[in-house]
């Protein structure tokens, strides 16, 4: 069954540096997202991607945030000079329809851990 | 603006018992709704979801769910809980009303433990 893969599974980062986390949605789909969770809070919405461009985005979703599509398969969450307060899960997902009611497919996550 | 609770933080049932994970959610048209688990190490795997039509669902791994619209209420059931059902169970809610563009509103989660 197709998949949604992140790497990596675990990142461990200085306050202040880059960090990229790597997102391989599943292959024919053409929606993608990032949502976070800080530990003990609630799955939160950061952002989807459409067509090469920001479709939505959170208040989460500052200037430190950015996305991109390299290629036709990787989809990644760049955050630029990171915070304490960013430590959290990062879940990629995917779906194959922008509509409300599709299905996202998630990735397995990558935990961030900002020292 | 739209949210979910899940009013059990943690839940523990023996194996074999049957199982009710309450969701509320805030919305002011029929929302679309979701039921996503988590086992340790994994991402969020879609149980079971509800669109239109019939308020009852049935998902996978022997779970429904009902929705009620009176309650703003989408429970997930199982009526026997096996050793492999522990994990957290996240109620979501997707709108595509107001910009929401189908990105979705999660509650905070249960912890589901089971008791041999």
């Known amino acids: 069954e197709p998949e949604v893969t992140q790497t990596p599974s675990h990142q461990v980062t200085q306050m202040g540096q880059e960090v990229i986390l790597r997102c391989v949605p599943i292959?024919?789909?053409?929606?993608f997202y990032w949502y976070r969770q800080i530990l003990g809070q609630k799955v939160e919405f950061l952002v989807s991607?459409?067509?090469?461009?920001?479709?939505?985005k959170s208040e989460i979703f500052d200037d430190q945030f950015s996305v991109e599509r390299p290629d036709g398969s990787n989809f990644t969450l760049k955050i630029r000079s990171t915070k304490l307060e960013d430590s959290a899960m990062y879940f990629c997902?995917?779906?194959?329809?922008?509509?409300?009611?599709?299905?996202?497919?998630f990735g397995p996550g990558t935990r961030l851990l900002v020292l | 603006a739209q949210s979910v609770t899940q009013p059990d933080i943690h839940i523990t049932v023996s194996e074999g018992a049957s199982l009710e994970l309450r969701c509320n959610y805030s919305?002011?048209?029929?929302?679309?709704l979701f039921w996503y688990v988590q086992s340790p190490g994994q991402g969020l795997q879609l149980l079971l979801k509800?669109?239109?039509?019939?308020?009852l669902v049935q998902g996978i791994k022997g779970f429904e769910a009902e929705f009620k619209r009176s309650q703003s209420s989408f429970n997930l059931r199982k009526p026997s809980v096996h050793w492999s059902d522990a994990a957290e169970y996240f109620c979501?809610?997707?709108?595509?009303?107001?910009?929401?563009?189908?990105?979705?509103?999660f509650g905070k989660g249960t912890k589901l433990s089971v008791k041999p």
């Open positions: 991607f459409y067509n090469n461009e920001i479709s939505e």
């Open positions: 509800y669109f239109s039509g019939d308020t």
């Open positions: 997902a995917s779906s194959d329809s922008l509509a409300g009611g599709e299905t996202q497919y």
């Open positions: 292959s024919n789909h053409l929606y």
């Open positions: 919305y002011g048209a029929t929302p679309y």
């Open positions: 979501a809610v997707a709108t595509n009303y107001g910009g929401s563009q189908g990105n979705l509103i």
